[in-house]
C-alpha cells in the first residue's frame, strides 16, 4: 500500500523515513519529491508498505508525529488526478494566435 507522507522538513532524508516507518513493518519502496529544476526537496514523498495492515498502523502511528522539527502529515496516497486541464491542452490554443493576446 502506498502512503503519502507531507510536511517534510527540507532535511527528511530516505533514510529518516525508513528508519521511521520500517517500526511498523516492511518498507519496500520511499521516494521524496525534488523540484525538477531546483533539485530541492519538494517536501513531500511516498512510502509504500508490504502489506496493508502494516501501512495503517505506520498511518495511525507517524500522522502528527514531529520528525525534525515539523509535524509531519501522512495518509494513504490517492491516486494522481491529471489537473493539466483536459480537452484543449489545458485552455490554450483555444483563442486565435496560440492563446496569446497583444498588449497595446
Do not use: H, W
Amino acid at each position: 500500500m502506498k502512503i503519502y507522507a507531507g510536511n517534510l522538513s527540507y532535511d527528511v532524508t530516505e533514510e529518516d523515513l525508513q528508519k521511521e516507518f520500517s517500526a511498523y513493518g516492511e518498507v519496500t519502496s520511499i521516494s521524496i519529491l525534488t523540484d525538477k529544476f531546483s533539485g530541492q526537496p519538494r517536501g513531500f514523498g511516498f512510502v509504500e508498505m508490504g502489506s496493508k495492515s502494516e501501512a495503517e498502523a505506520a498511518i495511525t502511528g507517524l500522522n502528527g508525529k514531529e520528525l525534525r522539527e515539523r509535524t509531519i502529515v501522512v495518509n494513504e496516497a490517492r491516486p494522481r488526478s491529471d489537473s493539466r486541464g483536459g480537452g484543449y491542452g489545458g485552455g490554450r490554443g483555444s483563442r486565435p494566435g496560440g492563446g496569446r493576446q497583444k498588449r497595446y
